[in-house]
């Protein structure tokens, strides 16, 4: 049976809002929390292959209670956004709202994801690069931000470790809105989806793995005004790429 068919069936069967709500949570399960419970299980699992490739001591790693105080907040923010999602769902089918994305019956050709991606890469790098910048301003940062910084180095699991509201704002926003921007098919938009959750808790890990992908991330928990924006584009533009700045050229985590 082709992805068409199946598409198609699924359509048959299910509401867009049902499909749109279904989709994400499971997008968010097997990118989000299975990832993050791959690298967060390293350490017991496999100790000696952890140890080689963790960017940061052992003796600065988070402790087994912190990463249980993390699980709690970051399934709390995983409840109460899903809370919000089919709030926003039940005021569409309230309002007679269309879907944010296009439910074709079609599915998207490959060079209409692989652009519609690509668009979604760039606009979301540019608001997340801003919003960040804007929540370490010292009016916003306490009350919005710090709890975020209480892990470093961070762990995957902490990617989503915040203030609900710092969620709603730094985590969800910059990721819904470019596809939504675009109309893009709310295929692009799970595909879209599933690389910003696997970037985002392989960003937090604390490993070398992909060319040590990382280490930027781990630096911006250590420096706090280096590394804000989530691919490094925005901050070579603003001169706020680790690389370019003299006080840490060169400068390796250890």
Known sequence: MSASTLWKGLLAQHSPAKIAFWGVNTIQFTCFWFASAVYTALPYIFPAFSARHKLQKYEKQPTPEEIWKCFRVV???????SALQLSIIAL???????????????????????????????????IAYYLHRLFHHPLLYKTMHKPHHAFSPPVALAAQYSTFREHVILGILPIAMPPAFL???VVTFWVFLALQLLETSTMHSGYDFFASF???????????????GPTGLMDWVHGTEWKNRADIKGMEVQ
Do not use: M, W
Not at 75 to 81: C, G, K, Y
Not at 215 to 228: G, P, Q, S, T
């Open 214 to 228: 990382a280490r930027r991330h781990d630096l911006h928990h250590e420096k706090f005004n280096v590394c804000f």
């Open 183 to 185: 109309k893009s098919h």
């Open 92 to 126: 569409d089918a309230y309002t007679g709202r269309p879907p944010t994305h296009r439910f074709d019956p079609i599915l998207p050709s490959l060079t209409e994801v692989v652009r519609d991606v690509i668009l979604c890469i760039l606009i979301r790098e540019v």
């Open 75 to 81: 399934f709390r923010n995983q409840v109460l956004s």
